[in-house]
């Protein structure tokens, strides 16, 4: 059964959809977390040795093969630590303990002078908030948001392309001032910009905690009570390239993640609100869908194309905030010190992401897939001369007509209008042949403001 292993995966984002999250396994794997649990370790035992008050020194070589157990970190070697914790090897008994196994992984790679030294100090905590963020970042920055961006681009590219292509609005479901299929993308495509920018942001702002089993130092300060313990730590953490949070509890109160879900969990409402939009103007003909000769729309009616893609999307957009809306509650409680239930909730956290990455996949697809349908959005607009009436009403205004709203409204509110009917209302008017001339030139294909310039500047 190894060939078909992925129609037995237990998820689908292992199982049905692996090519797409396949990406996200280089941080969101228990591998993946391994290995950064070792780098942790490694640049901890090597900043001790760096402090004059610590009687531990390395060679160049030592050095070398200590960052060696994590850059050269392989299969064969999450396999090991794997052994150790939950079998026993290399002479070790089963640890029973993930933070334990991976410091005996260590010590192989270490002088056994320095083994005293590996994880001196440390709580698991101290190493698992900042594996954890290690991985988060470059997961959300290099994968996940490079495909949010490519949505952001293709809404753009709309948006430029059919920036003067007219389009009916519709405000609670009804005809309403048009506007263009162009500058109805670029709203979705400035909304993403804004998204991206507040998810960029909380990557750059993720912080670790290393101070210990309850957030005092006590174990490193009883040991060494003249080293200042708090500025080494703030400058181990930010060498990782995480900002610093203190003070802690045993554990990082993860409120910094919860920022990143959150902001997360804006982009895809965003997209959410895309998918079914896009869906409707399927389902009106307002966008085509371009066809693959050899797929099939629906078991039973062949001449369907379902818009597949964006159901898709729209579905795993919402297992995504679901998920992210849990981590983000979840992750920041904590009783007292703290318990263990967040460590197997953290295990999570690249699902959420993955179902986010899966989401903006499936969303790319569709929208390479789509074409505006100029003739039935032409036609839409003709079908619906009322949508005129704020103009005719606002010049009216202009004029200083003080019934103006009321005459439009005794025209059109709940009737079917005819451009006809409007010009006898014109030719009634007590007004210039000017401004007759003007409310004579109104048509709904043409009363679309400034949604063309909007659509250029996105």
């Known amino acids: ?19 797409r999250t396949a990406p996200l396994r280089e941080y969101a794997s228990e591998a993946a977390l391994v290995r950064a649990r070792v780098r ?6 090597l900043a001790l040795a760096d402090l004059e ?22 299969t064969e070697d999450a396999e090991l630590v794997k052994r150790i914790e939950t079998d026993g090897a290399r002479g070790y008994d089963a640890t029973n303990h993930d933070v334990k196994a991976v410091e005996y992984f260590v010590r192989e790679a270490a002088p056994e002078r320095a083994h005293a030294w590996i994880h001196f100090g440390l709580t698991s905590e101290d190493v698992n908030n900042l594996a954890h963020r290690l991985l988060a970042k470059p997961a959300v920055d290099d994968v996940v948001l490079p495909e949010l961006r490519e949505v952001r681009d293709a809404l753009v590219e709309f948006a430029h392309d059919h920036a003067d292509l007219p389009m009916l609005a519709r405000t609670h479901g009804q005809p309403a001032t048009p506007t263009t299929f162009g500058k109805e993308m670029a709203v979705y495509a400035a909304r993403l910009g804004r998204a991206v920018a507040r998810i960029e942001a909380a990557t750059d702002d993720l912080a670790g905690k290393l101070a210990g089993a309850s957030g005092t130092w006590a174990a490193h300060h009883v040991a ?20 610093y949070v203190e003070p802690t509890t045993q ?4 409120d910094d993640l919860a920022v ?46 379902n818009p597949i893609d964006f159901e898709n999307a729209e579905g795993n957009l919402s297992k995504a905030n679901s998920d ?5 509650d979840y992750l920041t409680t904590s009783r007292l010190q703290r318990d263990l239930s967040d460590s197997t909730v953290k295990r999570n956290v690249g699902a959420a992401f993955a179902y986010c990455l899966l989401a903006y996949s499936k969303l790319n697809d569709g929208l390479a897939k789509v074409v505006p349908n100029e003739s039935v959005m032409r036609e839409d607009l003709r079908a619906n001369p009322e949508v005129i009436g704020e103009a005719v009403q606002t010049i009216l205004r202009r004029e200083g007509h003080d019934d103006a709203y009321e005459r439009v409204k005794e025209l059109s509110r ?32 043409t009363y679309t403001g400034l949604a063309g310039d909007i659509a250029r500047d996105a």
Do not use: I
């Open 40 to 45: 942790v370790e490694v640049e901890y035992l």
């Open 414 to 445: 709940g009737e079917r209008v005819t451009l006809d009917d409007f010009q006898d209302l014109f030719a009634s008017l007590d007004v210039s042949d000017e401004v007759r001339d003007e409310l004579l030139a109104l048509t709904p294909e």
């Open 260 to 305: 990143l879900f959150d902001a997360l969990a804006g982009a895809n409402n965003v997209c959410l609100d895309l998918s079914r939009d896009v869906w409707l103007y399927v389902s009106q003909r307002y966008l085509g869908q371009q066809t693959e000769k050899s797929e099939t729309g629906s078991s039973t009616m062949p001449h369907k194309v």
């Open 224 to 243: 060494f009570p003249n080293v200042d313990w708090r500025a080494f730590s703030r400058e181990f953490v930010e060498s990782l390239g995480l900002d």
């Open 53 to 74: 008050a610590v009687p531990l020194e390395f060679t160049d070589d030592e050095r070398e093969t200590l960052w060696g157990a994590y850059e050269a970190f392989d």
């Open 1 to 19: 059964m190894t060939d078909a292993h992925e129609l037995y995966a237990v998820t689908p984002l292992d199982g049905r959809y692996a090519s």
């Open 251 to 254: 554990v990082n109160p993860s």
């Open 324 to 328: 992210l809306s849990f981590l983000g």
